[in-house]
């Protein structure tokens, strides 16, 4: 199972990123998705989630209304739209895939793991 991350790189506060998740090896089109990131320095923290059907999100509130998190299970990946991007949003971008249909803000609650993008926003 390998789950990558890519779409990440330098921009000026205010603009937008599109970060996508591949995932390879096996479907997860009935698994919850997530999008997790960490500062340096810093725990990771929960940004956004999506149920298996993509009818079901969840964010953390210092991204909602700004962050759009979606999927398409016939391309086997994940999507995190970032727009109005701060330079508190500057960390390292991972997807994880949770075995469940629905999952929640804990990285516990999730199995499979990728390798991270960087997201860095300057003032």
């Known amino acids: 199972v390998q789950l990558q991350a890519s779409g990440g790189g330098l921009v000026q506060a205010g603009g937008s990123l599109r970060l996508s998740c591949a995932a390879s090896?096996?479907?997860?089109?009935?698994?919850?998705m997530g999008w997790f990131r960490q500062a340096p320095g810093k725990e990771r923290e929960f940004v956004a989630t999506i149920s298996w059907s993509g009818v079901s999100t969840n964010y953390a509130d210092s991204v909602k209304g700004r962050f759009t998190i979606s999927r398409d299970n016939a391309k086997n990946t994940v999507y995190l739209q970032m727009n109005s991007l701060k330079p508190d949003d500057t960390a390292v971008y991972s997807c994880?895939?949770?075995?469940?249909?629905?999952?929640?803000?804990?990285?516990?609650?999730?199995?499979?793991w990728g390798r991270g993008t960087q997201v860095t926003v300057s003032s």
């Open positions: 090896r096996r479907s997860f089109s009935n698994n919850a």
């Open positions: 994880a895939a949770s075995i469940r249909s629905i999952a929640g803000i804990r990285p516990d609650g999730y199995t499979y």
